[in-house]
Nanobody, 120 residues
Framework: QLQAYGGGLVQAGGSLRLSCAASGRTFSNYHMGWFRQAPGKEREFVAVITWSDFSVTYADSVKGRFTISRDNAKNTVYVQMNNLKPEDTAVYYC???????????????WGQGTLVTVSS
């Protein structure tokens, strides 16, 4: 029901925009989050945007470089990633939940993930 796409290979300092399209149901009243998981590491929070007033929260590691946004009319959430660093390399997942949280446990629906690789 959530499809993430837009990943790829980019050089350090470059940019990518990930999209997460929902189908089968509306997620306009769900908080939408992005998480990532690097090889050998646990899945970690990246950003979240509320469903009501579009408030956003970012992980310290991406603050100032990533921008999360959503278009409820298109049932899609985005994350614009600028000034990418090799340590941003990971599989990126979108998720939807009713709880505004940085914890993976607060999300009910997950996309399949899209790989972002940043070369140095």
């Amino acid at each position: 029901q959530l499809q993430a796409y837009g990943g790829g290979l980019v050089q350090a300092g470059g940019s990518l925009r990930l999209s997460c399209a929902a189908s089968g149901r509306t997620f306009s009243n769900y908080h939408m989050g992005w998480f990532r998981q690097a090889p050998g590491k646990e899945r970690e929070f990246v950003a979240v945007i509320t469903w009501s007033d579009f408030s956003v929260t970012y992980a310290d590691s991406v603050k100032g470089r990533f921008t999360i946004s959503r278009d409820n009319a298109k049932n899609t959430v985005y994350v614009q990633m600028n000034n990418l660093k090799p340590e941003d390399t990971a599989v990126y997942y979108c998720a939807a939940g009713k709880v505004f949280t940085k914890s993976t446990e607060g999300y009910d629906y997950w996309g399949q993930g899209t790989l972002v690789t940043v070369s140095s």
